[in-house]
């Protein structure tokens, strides 16, 4: 199954140029917590996207400079905790006009403005999101940003976040994976990419994908923000959403098994995905 997916992925072509592989927007981070946006940033450029434009609040913005050689930075205004506030938001819609795809949630904290830029954002960004993290926290009891939507969206939370979001205690999301993902795709018009042991995408179409790569030593943080990276990166490079979804888990714990096979489950790290993530795609065929 995943092959058809793979078979997606635009050809690299020896004429083409940095501009025709997708324009990616991550819009993340918060203070002490610059490095989900690093790993956003790095999961996007590692699959494949030709310019990524990292988002940030405008205090973190040097830090995101040293870290970041080949990512481009957008230092934002912010809120008093160092987190972003409403009043990037027209920065935001401005950039994110030139761009293909959106990456909205990793690290971006709590604060309450913070939460209501991100529902803001979701009602009025016209291009595909993937929605991360703090981002999905901001939906808490309200999925009306979702459903309101127009343009096509991907949400990535883990079973807490999903939790959450469905009002629903944690052991019945992952006593019944397969179905509140697709149930909840279903419901709020979006591919839900539920994260954990066999992630499970779904799209409103009732198709479903349980994942087989992937292993206990992805288990550490920073490995769903390269995720987050890779499959909007597969969505700025054309591919529909599900499938880019699909190919994303994929490759993540294809990358993850490699890692774990030469390092060991107990010392890796999220950027050892990023490391490894040049031979699955050679082991995948891509």
Do not use: W
Request: charged fraction near 25%; aromatic fraction near 4%.
């Amino acid at each position: 199954m995943v092959r058809e997916h793979i078979g997606k992925i635009p050809e690299r072509r020896a004429e083409s140029h940095k501009g025709d592989y997708g324009k990616v927007l991550v819009v993340a981070g918060s203070v002490g917590m610059t490095g989900a946006a690093y790993l956003c940033s790095q999961g996007a450029l590692k699959a494949g996207s030709g310019l990524i434009t990292c988002a940030v609040p405008e205090s973190l913005n040097t830090i995101m400079e040293i870290k970041l050689t080949e990512v481009m930075t957008l230092p934002l205004e912010e809120t008093a905790t160092r987190s972003l506030g409403l009043e990037a938001k027209a920065k935001i819609m401005d950039f994110s006009d030139k761009c293909d795809v959106v990456a909205l949630g990793p690290g971006i904290g709590r604060d309450t403005e913070t939460g209501e830029l991100v529902r803001e954002l979701l009602r009025e960004i016209e291009k595909p999101i993937v929605l991360d993290a703090d981002g999905i926290n901001a939906l808490e009891g309200g999925l009306d940003p979702l459903r309101e939507r127009k343009a096509r969206t991907v949400i990535t939370p883990h079973p807490g976040e999903m939790a959450r979001l469905m009002g629903k205690d944690v052991g019945s999301i992952q006593s019944n994976r397969e179905d509140m993902a697709k149930g909840l795709a279903e419901v709020a018009g979006v591919v839900v990419c539920l994260k954990g042991h066999r992630t499970v995408v779904a799209n409103p179409l009732g198709m479903t994908f349980v994942n087989e790569t992937g292993n206990s030593g992805m288990a550490t943080g920073g490995v769903g923000d390269v995720l987050t990276g890779m499959i909007a990166s597969f969505i700025g490079q054309g591919i529909d959403d599900y499938s880019s979804a699909v190919l994303g888990v994929h490759l993540h714990g294809l990358a993850g098994d490699i890692a774990a096979e030469k390092k060991g489950p107990f010392s890796m790290v999220a950027s050892d995905v990023l490391d490894f993530l040049p031979e699955a795609f050679s082991k995948a065929g891509i």
